[in-house]
């Protein structure tokens, strides 16, 4: 497991835009699957981005496809989400997740796929 803190969450209108940072513990970073997730109270979970430990396979929810980049710098140990064009139904707890995946181009929109959790940061996109 590897220790995860996000910053970046915020109050912001809707069109605009947030960066979510998720910088991580440990010396092979880029053997972690990540991915963000985000909740909503009352609801279950739901992937919201994910990416291979390399970077080379992403995959995206179809809300946020166009919209916002899920991105990872392996020397700086942190993964990125870059949320343009922001709308009210994006108001959530955003979380990130990492498991160890080895090398490869593996990565999973499960929740329960994740060993590895941050606190969770604030989105709140108002109208």
């Known amino acids: 497991q590897v220790q995860l803190v996000e910053s970046g969450g915020g109050l912001v209108q809707a069109g605009g835009s947030l960066r979510l940072s998720c910088a991580a513990s440990?010396?092979?970073?880029?053997?972690?699957?990540m991915a963000w997730f985000r909740q909503t109270p009352g609801k279950e979970r739901e992937s919201v981005a994910a990416?291979?430990?390399?970077?080379?396979?992403?995959y995206y929810v179809d809300s946020a496809k166009g919209r916002f980049t899920i991105s990872r710098d392996n020397a700086k140990n942190t993964m990125y989400l870059q949320m343009n064009s922001l709308k009210p139904e994006d108001t959530a707890v955003y979380y990130c997740?990492?498991?160890?995946?080895?090398?490869?181009?593996?990565?999973?929109?499960?929740?329960?796929?994740?060993?590895?959790w941050g606190q969770g940061t604030q989105v709140t996109v108002s109208s």
């Open positions: 440990g010396r092979t970073f880029s053997r972690y699957a």
């Open positions: 997740a990492a498991v160890y995946a080895g090398t490869g181009t593996w990565y999973s929109i499960r929740p329960g796929a994740y060993d590895s």
């Open positions: 990416i291979s430990g390399s970077g080379g396979n992403i």
